[in-house]
């Protein structure tokens, strides 16, 4: 009997009442409660930063939160029950250790998440201090292009002025070296006074070249008159052959057209070896050769067989008497040949006939009829 006696008082005192661990059950349920709160928090301002492990450990926590709060919402009833209750094998002070322990866990990881959320913030904030240097530093780039661009044109405005001012220097470079040629007072006068000296020679020479023009008719005049004897021969029979054989072909061909006319001289040329070398227009009246046509006959004579025999045939037109038409054709036929004589080879031989008057050349224009025809024949 002492000895239960003296025993009841020490268990008396150690022995925790139920109603004692409820409230320590209750108040370390309702800490981790905060904690998680807390820790929620931390979740949703930073919930782009989290990793999904992290999401899985806090989702884990939760539910053994959740457990132990219905375990701890178990145990009044339990206790009510009186000790009995034990049998369910919960233990009041183990659980009390393992949501102590949770409670820690879940501190010390929300810590780290505090941690990561200031290290994380001061990564964004350096990101953004970053970025706030990179756009500065894209709109210095910016403002540099846009520079560049109105250096570029003001460059290239500054090389078409450059290019400008060259051409402007070479054209003035030319007129001074064309300035530096140009002679001088003096010399200016003494070619002022040459050049009247020639202009006033000129005058005279243009009066001498007047004089010499008559002269030189004159002398052709004379000189046909000379060559009319030896060069004219008043009939056709008095030609060799083959200028006879001509002058019947080309007695023939008065009723052709000129364009039919045409292809007759072909047929000559290819029959009797014969060709038209030149047609001399005269002018009414007139039977004189004039310089230019002087200068074409001798031209026309440069290509002609060494031995070739010149005929030189007179039309007339159909206006007028036929006398003087012939003796105007005569003197004309005789000027040409006598030009020609001048001028052929000394191995060719020249005669001069009159043919007839004719319209053969044109019916229209009579004028065109007033002409002669220089026929080469080779042999």
């Known amino acids: 009997m002492s000895d239960d006696s003296n025993q009841s008082p020490s268990n008396s005192g150690s022995q925790v009442t139920p109603a004692s661990n409820?409230?320590?059950?209750?108040?370390l349920v309702m800490g981790a409660a905060i904690l998680l709160l807390v820790f929620l928090v931390f979740n949703n301002q930073n919930n782009s930063s989290n990793s999904s492990s992290d999401y899985d450990e806090v989702a884990e926590l939760k539910e053994r939160i959740a457990n132990l709060k219905r375990e701890g919402n178990q145990l009044p009833a339990q206790q009510n029950m009186g000790a009995g209750a034990n049998n369910y094998g919960v233990d009041p002070l183990k659980l009390a250790e393992e949501i102590s322990t949770e409670a820690n866990t879940l501190a010390g990881l929300i810590g780290n998440f505090a941690s990561e959320i200031q290290t994380k913030e001061a990564l964004l904030q350096t990101a953004r201090d970053t970025e706030t240097l990179l756009n500065r530093r894209i709109q210095d780039l910016q403002r540099q292009n846009s520079d560049l661009l109105a250096s570029s044109n003001e460059a290239a405005k500054l090389r078409n002025e450059l290019e400008s001012l060259k051409t402007l220097y070479d054209n003035a470079q030319r007129q001074i070296e064309e300035l530096r040629k140009r002679p001088d007072v003096a010399t200016l006068d003494e070619l002022r006074r040459q050049n009247d000296e020639l202009r006033a020679r000129v005058a005279d020479l243009s009066e001498l070249d007047a004089e010499n023009a008559q002269l030189r008719a004159e002398v052709r005049r004379l000189r046909n008159l000379l060559d009319r004897s030896t060069l004219f021969v008043e009939s056709a029979d008095a030609l060799p052959a083959l200028?006879?054989?001509?002058?019947?072909?080309?007695?023939r061909l008065e009723e052709f057209s000129p364009a039919a006319l045409a292809d007759q001289y072909k047929r000559i040329e290819m029959e009797l070896n014969a060709r038209p070398l030149r047609s001399i227009n005269f002018e009414t009246g007139s039977s004189q050769l004039t310089s230019e046509k002087v200068s074409i006959i001798k031209n026309d004579l440069r290509v002609t067989h060494p031995e070739a025999f010149l005929l030189v045939v007179g039309y007339a037109s159909k206006t007028g008497e036929f006398e003087l038409n012939r003796k105007l054709s005569s003197d004309r036929a005789t000027s040409v040949a006598s030009q020609v004589n001048a001028d052929?080879?000394?191995t060719q031989s020249v005669r001069a006939v009159f043919l007839n008057e004719t319209s053969r050349f044109s019916k229209e224009q009579e004028t065109l009829n007033q002409i002669c025809e220089i026929w080469e024949i080779r042999p």
């Open 243 to 251: 200028a006879q054989r001509l002058f019947r072909e080309l007695e």
């Open 22 to 27: 409820q409230n320590l059950i209750i108040g």
């Open 344 to 346: 052929k080879k000394n």
